[in-house]
């Protein structure tokens, strides 16, 4: 919300909790910029969890209880709409979790148009980091003033310049939740792999499969580093590492890609509702490049 006498923004960035930003980033745009969050409701044994840390999701996890995850209701999304209509913005930018991935999307396009502004709503066919990065430069646009035309641009524009792989213990998470897409031909041999996955047109689909938790990081890093190793260091290049209970794992992985490609990695716990789905001991990693500023014209009014 905006201090009184404060310029509001003409454009508003909505996101979804798959963006996976990390708390400090996330703090800083909705506190500076506005950005705001849609949750991203998970249950387990068919009560929805508070917000908050994700302890009882671990346990949960950890137990083999049931968890589920679901997309907000249409209504939650128009209420939100109008919200931010009422608070003076004048158009509003929603980029979201892939559809390929949740109904997400599809709640935030019919909440669009049944609100007073006009809701650009972009599927960024991704995941995480991948999607909090094309949040960020979504609401760095906003700010600079550009027009929704140039803010979503920029939404797109990040989220297509951004590769997500990660490695999962195994496939049983995946499969009870119903999302292996193309890995789903793996899952008779689930326990005797250690699966590499990407996000590729919006679901997941089998990258590599290997035979030891060991090889399979190690061939992640590897993977990690030669993305990054194909920009010229004279351009700037990003890159995230996930993690869903075992952070110490994932600082190491981020420290062993800082020396290799001198490019120090934003070290963030996967949101909930995506290790809801990959379970214990994910790690996935996020590399790419930041989009240009936006060139599209400065909105004024």
């Known amino acids: 919300m905006s201090e009184p006498g404060q310029r509001v923004p003409s454009v508003a960035v909505v996101t979804d909790a798959a963006c ?113 990065y094309a949040v960020r430069d979504a609401c760095a646009a906003a700010a600079a003033g550009a027009t929704p035309a140039a803010v979503a641009a920029s939404a797109r524009r990040a989220s297509e310049r951004h590769r997500v792989r990660f490695y999962v213990p195994n496939l049983e998470t995946l499969r009870r939740g119903g999302r292996v897409g193309g890995a789903a031909a793996w899952i008779g041999g689930v326990l005797a792999i250690k699966p590499l996955l990407q996000i590729d047109d919006g679901v997941v689909v089998p990258l590599e499969r290997i035979r030891s938790a060991v090889r399979a990081i190690r061939r992640l890093e590897a993977l990690a580093a030669a993305d990054l190793a194909a920009t010229p260091p004279s351009l700037p290049r990003e890159c995230a590492v996930h993690h869903f209970g075992n952070v110490a794992e994932a600082e190491e992985l981020a420290e062993r890609l800082t020396e290799q490609t001198g490019v120090r990695p934003l070290v963030s716990r996967l949101p909930s509702v995506l290790a809801a789905h990959v379970g214990l001991g994910v790690l996935g990693v996020v590399t790419g490049r930041p989009g240009s500023p936006s060139t599209g014209t400065v909105a004024h009014g």
């Open 20 to 132: 996976g930003l990390p708390d400090d980033l996330r703090a800083t745009l909705e506190a500076e910029h506005g950005l705001t969050v849609l949750d991203l409701p998970v249950s387990v044994d068919g009560e929805t969890l508070p917000p908050g840390p994700p302890a009882a999701l671990e346990l949960a996890l950890a137990s083999g209880r049931a968890v589920a995850t679901s997309r907000p209701s249409p209504g939650a999304v128009e209420a939100v709409y109008r919200r931010l209509a009422a608070a003076g913005h004048t158009h509003i930018v929603s980029v979201h979790l892939s559809a390929g991935l949740s109904g997400t999307v599809d709640s935030a396009r019919w909440a669009a148009g049944r609100v007073p502004v006009p809701v650009s709503v972009i599927d960024s066919g991704t995941a995480g980091m991948a999607l909090g």
